[in-house]
């Protein structure tokens, strides 16, 4: 156990914009998988990829000691002639996994009613590369108490409504025989993931069913296949929501507490997408295990998911500042004191507008359309304080960038906003993504290019008139 534990706080760390050398790393990064640290892979957004690398099912097996431990008990594929680095890979990877598939400790009994949940958590290799686990806790189909089990799909893709679908019929077919999830996963490994709005469909035989077609399509907007901000909003009021994303731009530590997993783990990668077009480079869990509650500790800045029966431990580690968050009854337990005056009072107002006429319509609307409204509204908020970045990059005959920022600083007429910029391009996450824009004149995040362009349209239209 302590290897592992120590694998986990293993920090990766790379040099920032101007050789200025980052903070830690996470050990389970932000809401999507990326190829280094802060970095947006190309995997994400791009089709053809596996769906995914692994199905594994971890059980719970009774110790000696009278206490419960989860092992894999099943893996699809079984992966042979591996390179002894790519072994050594795979091992810790698959060490790891049943400890976030049952990450509320070893205290288990078999039961006769169990509700299936889903949630997920992110693993990040050696070399900044990471995977998500998209989970599904259930208790197998049979008599009498047994104890639940988790179905774990293994990818480097981000999009959890579609992994969800598949959760679904993974489950449907194990309430009938194991033996009928392989041929169904076979196909789905053998498909290429779908472009952005794009469908895959993938033919499956069930018994006394027949062939089964199932369709699995991917959202139009790519940055939003992640998350499902409906989640969050039942659980937070507009106003401490924007307390949150006012702490998370400035990469402070967070701590989510909740008694479901997959209310941890929707909340917190909501949370990190509203982060959009900038990425969270820091430790990042959705769900803590129980033997790494001493990530808490960290002096570095993290977004945790916590059980709500670890509250009292939790409250009583030495910690530096944070915000700790209750999402069960919608409050903020422990603060710094200055959320409220983090963001420019004007934007911070339009943004809490905004959420406030979503939240009040939020049964008229489809968690799509929640998605996108939602979003919306904090892109927004970075077009409007940080959107004019690219006329400041100044291009050598070589074709490399150089960000000008001080000049970019200058250029903010508000003074509220440039105070709060001074303070964000201190960031790693703005360091990260000024990097990525340095290196090519073709600009990153299509989305947010777009918005930055309607903004500039509409105030070119607003001088004319």
Request: proline share 6%.
């Amino acid at each position: 156990m302590a290897s592992i534990g120590n694998f986990f706080r293993r920090s990766l760390r790379r040099s920032g914009r101007g050789g200025k050398e980052e903070a830690p790393a996470a050990e389970n990064p932000s809401r999507v998988p990326q190829g280094r640290a802060g970095e947006r892979s190309s995997l994400l957004y791009s089709a053809g990829q596996f769906f995914f690398e692994y199905l594994v099912v971890v059980s719970l097996r009774r110790m000696a000691d009278g206490r419960y431990e989860p092992k894999i008990t099943y893996q699809f594929p079984k992966r042979e002639n591996l390179l002894k680095g790519q072994k050594e890979e795979e091992e810790r990877l698959l060490q790891a996994i049943p400890l976030f598939c049952f990450p509320d400790g070893n205290n288990w009994a078999p039961v006769t009613e169990f509700t299936s949940e889903t949630f997920s958590f992110v693993l990040t290799n050696v070399d900044g590369s990471r995977k998500i686990g998209y989970c599904r806790r259930l208790l197998p189909s049979g008599r009498g108490v047994r104890l639940p089990e988790v179905f774990c799909i293994i990818s480097c893709l981000g999009c959890f409504g579609l992994f969800s679908k598949i959760l679904d019929e993974v489950e449907k077919r194990r309430q009938i025989s194991m033996a009928v999830i392989y041929p169904f996963m076979q196909g789905l490994r053998e498909s290429p993931f779908p472009a952005p709005g794009k469908t895959v469909t993938i033919k499956s035989f069930i018994p006394e069913s027949g062939t089964e077609l199932i369709e699995l399509t991917r959202p139009v907007d790519a940055h939003l296949e992640h998350v499902e901000f409906q989640a969050l909003l039942q659980q937070l009021s507009p106003q401490l929501i924007l307390h949150i994303f006012a702490s998370a731009v400035l990469e402070r530590r967070l701590i989510f507490l909740a008694q479901e997993l997959s209310v941890l783990s929707q909340c917190i990668h909501a949370v990190a997408a509203l982060l959009y077009p900038f990425t969270w480079a820091h430790t990042y869990i959705p769900v803590v295990p129980e033997c790494l509650l001493d990530t808490v500790c960290c002096p570095t800045p993290f977004m945790v998911g916590i059980q709500m029966r670890h509250l009292e431990r939790v409250l009583d580690q030495p910690m530096e500042e944070a915000l700790i968050i209750d999402l069960c009854e919608g409050k903020i337990l422990r603060a710094v004191g200055d959320e409220e005056e983090i963001l420019p009072i004007k934007l911070q107002n339009e943004m809490l507008t905004s959420l406030n006429r979503h939240n009040n319509n939020n049964n008229v609307h489809t968690p799509e359309q929640v998605n996108s409204l939602v979003s919306e509204a904090f892109v927004h908020f970075f077009v409007r304080t940080v959107g004019h970045y690219a006329s400041h990059i100044k291009w050598s005959k070589s074709g490399s960038g150089s960000f000008q920022e001080r000049a970019f600083c200058k250029a903010i007429a508000s003074r509220t906003n440039r105070k709060f910029v001074k303070k964000f391009v201190r960031t790693n996450m703005f360091s990260l993504f000024i990097e990525e824009a340095e290196k090519s004149r073709i600009p990153q995040e299509a989305y947010f290019q777009r918005k930055i362009a309607e903004y500039q349209e509409q105030k070119k239209h607003r001088r004319d008139s």
